[in-house]
């Protein structure tokens, strides 16, 4: 049984060999890590990892007992979670992925825990990619290399769409966290002006994640098919991906071709909107299934269709990056970097 007691004065970071919790919150599951920390205060290892269905649970607290209850006999009284949402001040977080509401103070005073931290998932997503093994990305767009530090976009689509931007900063980076998701999605050529109009009915705005997410993906499809006045044959984002990958499905093909195109776009938006220099990767959600067919599709092409800014945009890597604890290292990564932090 793990020990969950509250130390009479909690330390203001964690010592070296303490082992803390760290969540990676999506709209779908729930990963859940124990780090513990060396003297340098950086993660050694990831162990016990898990995974959680969020709609087998009726809250967050709920998953962490149920992780807790697994974990062999060693005391935790630290963790942080990493999750999309807009922080509010009494502690609870707005997020229009979760299927509850989430609040780290009442989850903190549920198990006992002496010290429990927020980090928007995609802040904590930078700071694992920041550091990640180039080869092992695949390479979409630009050079192997950046020609030149600077910031790094980190961005990608789940159940909704996060986007982060890491900027160097000495031995302490900054990690702009942002709702890149929510800003308005735009049309680059007449098929996607179309489906943006079909997107469009009984809205009065179509956010770029309305497009490009899991359920923006099924959003796209449902567009697609409207336009050919064919009655949708797929219900979920994963049948629409599957029948794309496989051909056996027309209208799911073309929307997926087209959130590949769209997705191309938005990232040369934020590119430029951030000065981006460093790199831009793609990571989590969606993307790891569809590797080959971003390569093959108009995802670079419309990356690099900025006007002028061409030149700039080819100078910038663009990689999509896959690793099943990610979530879970920058959380740990991030805490471990504020846990000094008032």
């Known amino acids: 049984m793990v020990v969950m007691a509250r130390p009479a004065l909690a330390r203001s970071r964690p010592s070296a060999g303490e082992a803390f919790v760290a969540a ?42 149920a992780y807790l209850r697994q974990l062999p006999g060693v005391a935790v009284s630290r963790g942080v979670i990493a999750s999309a949402g807009y922080p509010l001040e009494d502690g609870s977080v707005i997020s229009a992925n979760l299927p509850w509401q989430l609040s780290p103070a009442a989850i903190r005073e549920r198990l006992g825990f002496a010290d429990l931290r927020l980090v928007n998932d995609f ?34 689509p789940g159940t909704g769409l996060g986007a982060a931007v890491w900027i160097p900063n000495g031995a302490r980076p900054v990690v702009l966290a942002t709702e890149a998701g929510q800003a308005s999605l735009a049309a680059g050529n007449a098929r996607e002006l179309a489906l943006l109009g079909q997107m469009l009915r009984g809205r009065s705005h179509v956010s770029i994640e309305h497009a490009l997410s899991g359920p923006g993906l099924l959003n796209l499809y449902h567009a697609v098919c409207a336009l050919h006045g064919s009655e949708p044959a797929l219900a979920t984002p994963n049948a629409v991906t599957a029948a794309a990958l496989d051909g056996h499905d027309g209208a799911a093909r073309e929307a997926l071709e087209v959130f590949c195109g769209l997705l191309g776009s938005v990232c040369g938006d934020l590119a430029l909107t951030y000065g981006i220099q460093g790199g831009v990767y793609l990571a989590g959600g ?17 990356f690099l269709d900025k006007g002028p800014m061409r030149e700039a945009l080819q100078r910038i890597p663009v990689k999509l990056v896959e690793h099943g604890q990610l979530g879970v290292i920058g959380a740990a990564s991030w805490y471990l970097g504020h846990a000094t932090d008032d």
Request: glycine content about 12%.
């Open 123 to 156: 802040e904590a997503l930078a700071h694992a990619v920041a550091g990640f093994d180039g080869e092992q990305a695949i390479r979409l767009a630009g050079p192997a290399i950046a020609p030149a530090q600077g910031p790094v976009l980190v961005l990608g």
């Open 286 to 302: 969606i993307l790891p299934h569809l590797g080959d067919f971003l390569l093959r599709s108009d995802f670079a092409a419309r």
């Open 24 to 65: 990676d919150v999506g709209g779908t599951h729930v990963r859940l890590g124990l780090v513990r920390a060396d003297d340098a205060g950086c993660p050694l290892s990831v162990s016990e990892y898990r995974k959680y269905q969020c709609a087998d649970y009726p809250g967050l607290a709920e998953i962490f007992e």
